[in-house]
């Protein structure tokens, strides 16, 4: 009787030597190898993180000066609608300039 597979693939056995066992050894240029493929992964992924703190950083900058701005811009638009209520408003036109009317 055959048993499936590690993946549940119905045409590998387990006792076909597919499946690594403690029995099996590896010789100390694959450990050394796999090692050195462990630290490149480390190093890309310190990379990335240096490289993610450094946007995340410049992102609240940026959110920063966005806030600063806006609130500037509210307080220029405040005191121009407070500028604008103190005026008098302009006098009526007068019916000088206009045509007389024929009544």
């Known amino acids: ?3 499936s597979g590690p993946n549940g693939d119905p045409s590998i056995a387990e ?20 090692n050195s493929m462990l630290d490149q992964i480390n190093s890309c992924l310190d990379d990335l993180e240096e490289r993610n703190d ?5 992102l609240h900058e940026l959110l920063e000066s966005n806030r600063q701005a806006r609130q500037e811009f509210r307080a220029q638009l405040t005191e121009r609608d407070q500028k604008d209520q103190k005026r008098p408003p ?5 019916n000088e300039d206009s045509p007389p009317s024929q009544a």
């Open 15 to 34: 006792d076909d030597g597919v499946i690594i066992t403690d029995e099996d050894e590896f010789s100390e240029e694959e450990y050394a190898a796999i």
């Open 1 to 3: 009787m055959r048993m």
């Open 54 to 58: 450094a946007l995340n950083g410049k």
């Open 90 to 94: 302009p006098p009526p036109p007068s």
